[in-house]
């Protein structure tokens, strides 16, 4: 729950430049196959609460399962941040792209 919490803020802050929904399947399907941190490795923000994977085919079964949940969220989202009449973002949605949850964010430093 936490980590889909913070990859909902990273994909509202990209939402904030989009300017319609083809923009903002593109921006987040982009984000969703970025190279994120796994647990375990430097950058990732909730090490304290994920274990290591224990060898290479679990951390590619979770690296394919981080990356089907962000794909999923992403197209979720758009539907419900996008409004269908204005083809735009709703303001409403994106006021919560400004506040950090648990002072943690998903961002990778370069990003």
């Avoid at 929904?21 to 994120?36: D, G, N």
Wanted: proline residues 5%; glycine residues 4%; aromatic residues 10%.
């Amino acid at each position: 729950m936490i980590y889909v919490t913070l990859y909902i803020s990273d994909c509202l802050r990209k939402l904030q430049k989009c300017s319609g929904k083809t923009q903002a399947i593109k921006e987040l399907s982009t984000l969703a196959l970025s190279s994120y941190p796994l647990p375990g490795e430097v950058g990732f923000p909730l090490t304290s609460m994920y274990s290591k994977p224990k060898d290479r085919a679990e951390e590619d079964n979770m690296r394919a399962y981080f990356q089907q949940l962000r794909q999923e969220t992403g197209l979720r989202l758009i539907d419900r941040v996008i409004d269908p009449a204005t083809d735009k973002p709703s303001k409403w949605w994106l006021c919560f792209a400004k506040r950090k949850f648990m002072d943690k964010s998903m961002a990778v430093a370069g990003q």
